[in-house]
């Protein structure tokens, strides 16, 4: 037969509430810190792409001033990167990094629902 034994831990230095709080804050400032990666796939110069174009660099610049990257693909002069990204409407913003990646669909104008989807959290 076996027998377990309970081994207590060993305490963690401090009383460890401060010590969670002191790591969860410094885990916030490093996610905040962190290059959000975007690409925003429109069809030419159709009005709903203009709108994605002008609605997305507003956000970026509004909310993730000096840590974003975005790349604006025009889906009608390169095809392949549509296929490859799995595209299924235009325009279509993806964030790839940080992860999990993220897609919305649309011209980008409901601010509030795009940070929420992309899961962009403000500071």
Not at 14 to 42: C, I, M, P
Request: proline content about 7%; some cysteine; charged content about 20%.
């Amino acid at each position: 037969m076996i027998s377990l034994q309970k081994v207590p831990l060993p305490p963690l230095a401090g009383d460890g509430q401060d010590d969670n709080a002191h790591r969860l804050a410094e885990a916030g400032a490093a996610l905040a810190a962190l290059t959000v990666v975007l690409r925003l796939y429109v069809i030419g110069g159709a009005p709903r792409s203009a709108r994605a174009i002008a609605n997305t660099r507003r956000l970026c610049e509004e909310y993730l001033p000096g840590r974003y990257q975005l790349e604006i693909i025009d889906v009608r002069s390169q095809p392949r990167a549509a296929i490859e990204a799995d595209l299924v409407a235009a325009p279509t913003l993806i964030k790839s990094l940080p992860l999990p990646l993220r897609r919305f669909i649309g011209d980008m104008s409901r601010s509030e629902h795009v940070l929420v989807a992309l899961d962009i959290v403000i500071s």
